[in-house]
């Protein structure tokens, strides 16, 4: 059988999941590109802003990674800027790879509204792992020159806003409440005015969630004393200022926005039918209907179920499809039927702060406070514990290939 080249453009969850499953096929040969030589761990993004786990604990080698797969499998540092569908060649601003299949994982950012002014010069994102370490660093060097210019006194109030209800933002509301309180516990006048606000454009926070998991988080957020602004949007800001429904001021002293996402700037730059969010629609197959060669995985791509239903943006999703585009692909290159997509969220899982989650899987099994915090941990650290050991496989391999360093001992 002919060995096929594929292509892969991201190593997020989506782009590791379908490296897992093509290189493990044995009949291809892969090329993964990504403009990082990591792979964020953004669901636990929250516990690294709040001094819970330390950078290596989100972070995944890419290099080590596809080095565990054999030399099958490449991993090239590029930013992907233009593709040249009738030729099947991706050029990058530092390579160019030609292609017999193609997978485009490279993923979402932060949905900066350009009709909000001042939005992105005045607020942090926690996307990207520089992102959520620019944030820690800043926000923890704005409470320190507070902290100094009152003399330990908290005096003045010390306000955290939060744009956007969805999970990454009461995810961080949350986090960041039960640090300030813990805080507050052992510092007791440090952080005895600092207040975090949750701004939201609905009734309820977590909208479109089942109400199992909107009732348990919104108990929480008020326990760690987060004050929930809503039925509010946010119309512009200002450096410590912002407005809200174009009528109400608010002042912060530092804010993180969540709310909400768009495609990878990638998407800009191919021809292609896009949605509002400029994500890539594909058909049943995860394929682009232009190309058939070509296949889309994860927030880059609009998901649906069976029955038609939006597929929410997250790391499940994003491993879903990716496992049926690659395994569509591999379909394609055995002269076999590909597979319809039917994706199906099994489950949510929300940190609150703490040792404390809630947790809804399958529709029926639900938990919140400590058991649901245990289920949480140990569905989140597998995931790290599984690829930390596919990592340390290509570790060795690279050791054995070097020669030693030993001289003079």
């Not at 690294?48 to 330390?54: K, V």
């Not at 050029?91 to 992105?120: I, K, M, Q, W």
Request: with cysteine.
């Amino acid at each position: 059988m002919k060995r096929h080249r594929v292509v892969i453009v991201g190593g997020g969850y989506a782009g590791v999941k379908a490296l897992k499953i093509l290189a493990a096929s044995g009949i291809c040969d892969i090329v993964l590109i990504d403009q990082h030589p990591y792979h964020f761990l953004q669901t636990d993004a929250y516990e690294l802003i709040a001094n819970e786990c330390s950078m290596t604990m989100v972070s995944i080698d890419l290099v080590a990674l596809c080095l565990s797969y054999g030399e099958q499998v490449l991993y090239v540092k590029d930013t992907v800027r233009e593709i040249d569908f009738e030729n099947m060649h991706v050029v990058g601003e530092n390579s160019g790879h030609s292609f017999d299949y193609l997978l485009l994982c490279a993923g979402s950012r932060t949905a900066y509204h350009s009709s909000v002014p001042g939005l992105r010069e005045h607020s942090h994102g926690v996307k990207t792992l520089s992102n959520s370490l620019a944030f820690k660093q800043q926000f923890e060097q704005r409470l320190y020159e507070k902290m100094e210019s009152e003399g330990g006194w908290r005096t003045e109030s010390f306000n955290i806003v939060i744009g956007g209800g969805g999970l990454s933002g009461v995810e961080i509301a949350a986090e960041m409440a039960f640090y300030i309180r813990q805080f507050h516990l052992d510092n007791t006048l440090t952080c005895d005015n600092i207040h975090v606000f949750l701004i939201i454009p609905h009734e309820n926070v977590l909208d479109g969630i089942e109400e199992y998991l909107v009732q348990q988080a919104t108990k929480r957020l008020l326990q760690l004393g987060v004050k929930i602004i809503n039925h509010s949007r946010i119309t512009s800001v200002e450096e410590h200022t912002m407005t809200l429904n174009e009528k109400e001021s608010v002042y912060f002293d530092f804010m993180i926005f969540a709310g909400g996402i768009v495609a990878s700037t990638l998407t800009s730059a191919i021809d292609v039918p896009k949605n509002k969010k400029g994500q890539l629609i594909v058909d049943d197959y995860l394929a682009l209907p232009s190309c058939e060669k070509v296949f889309v995985a994860g927030d880059i791509a609009e998901l649906r179920g069976k029955k038609g239903n939006l597929i929410p943006p997250t790391a499940q999703s994003a491993e879903q499809s990716a496992e049926y585009a690659a395994k569509n692909i591999l379909a394609l290159m055995k002269n076999e039927t590909m597979s319809p997509v039917d994706l199906r969220m099994r489950g949510t899982l929300i940190a609150l702060g703490g040792k404390y989650a809630s947790v809804s899987l399958l529709g029926w099994i639900r938990f919140s406070g400590l058991v649901g915090y245990w289920i949480k941990t140990i569905v989140m650290r597998s995931y790290r514990f599984r690829i930390h050991l596919q990592c340390a496989k290509g570790v060795q391999l690279l050791q054995k290939k070097k020669p030693s360093c030993r001289k003079g001992f």
